[in-house]
T-cell receptor, first 111, second 116 residues
Framework: GESVGLHLPTLSVQEGDNSIINCAYS??????FIWYKQESGKGPQFIID?????DKRQGQRVTVLLNKTVKHLSLQIAATQPGDSAVYFC??????????FGAGTTVTVRA | DAGVTQSPTHLIKTRGQQVTLRCSPI?????VSWYQQVLGQGPQFIFQ???????GRGNFPDRFSARQFPNYSSELNVNALLLGDSALYLC???????????????FGPGTRLTVT
């Protein structure tokens, strides 16, 4: 079964505000995590990744935080834009060859 | 640079039929993975191939099979289709460096399979 899950299935955010998407994982042996964005009718798009030896990693308008103590991962999106509306998945590396995905959080940006 | 490409885009099949889906990885990538994504859920791992060998298999019945060719492209075959096989089938490629194949997987647009 899946070892990665998301706290909330949906998130509504005002344009320009910051978004925080949360994810809990159960496999303490996981050493690599990825956030993907999936727009309707498309495949998942790589956003940002983080290895287990890091607590924080920043990209363009996005930050991923990893708390291994409580097995929690979050994605922060700064100044959310309408184009950020999508389903966001966190995924973890459970073996050397596969990723395990959670069910996803649907983010809707209000104008 | 071209990303991961998949064909066909959409496919409609009848129960009991067989289907073949195709994937071309990003140039230089040697690993291809297949995932099934049912509507409203996250992708579920089916297979991974690296250097033409199967390196991992998910919890799917033997009706599902795959292979990887010398040019690193891949095919996923599903026999005796069931209604429950209706899903988006995603292919992902990665470099496969340092023996850790799943890192930095890049997905294609998927093939939407509908079984009636």
């Amino acid at each position: 079964g899946e070892s990665v899950g998301l706290h909330l299935p949906t998130l509504s955010v005002q344009e320009g505000d910051n978004s925080i998407i949360n994810c809990a994982y159960s496999n303490s042996a996981s050493d690599y995590f990825i956030w993907y964005k999936q727009e309707s009718g498309k495949g998942p798009q790589f956003i940002i990744d983080i290895r287990s030896n890091m607590d924080k990693r920043q990209g363009q308008r996005v930050t991923v935080l990893l708390n291994k103590t409580v097995k929690h991962l979050s994605l922060q999106i700064a100044a959310t834009q309408p184009g950020d509306s999508a389903v966001y998945f966190c995924a973890e590396n459970t073996d050397d060859y596969k990723l395990s995905f959670g069910a996803g959080t649907t983010v809707t940006v209000r104008a | 640079d071209a990303g991961v490409t998949q064909s066909p885009t959409h496919l409609i099949k009848t129960r009991g039929q067989q289907v073949t889906l195709r994937c071309s990885p990003i140039s230089g990538h040697k690993s291809v993975s297949w995932y099934q994504q049912v509507l409203g859920q996250g992708p579920q791992f089916i297979f991974q191939y690296y250097e033409k060998e199967e390196r991992g298999r998910g919890n799917f019945p033997d009706r599902f099979s795959a292979r990887q060719f010398p040019n690193y492209s891949s095919e996923l075959n599903v026999n005796a289709l069931l209604l429950g096989d209706s899903a988006l089938y995603l292919c992902a490629s990665s470099l496969g460096l340092a023996g850790v194949i799943s890192y930095e997987q890049y997905f294609g647009p998927g093939t939407r399979l509908t079984v009636t």
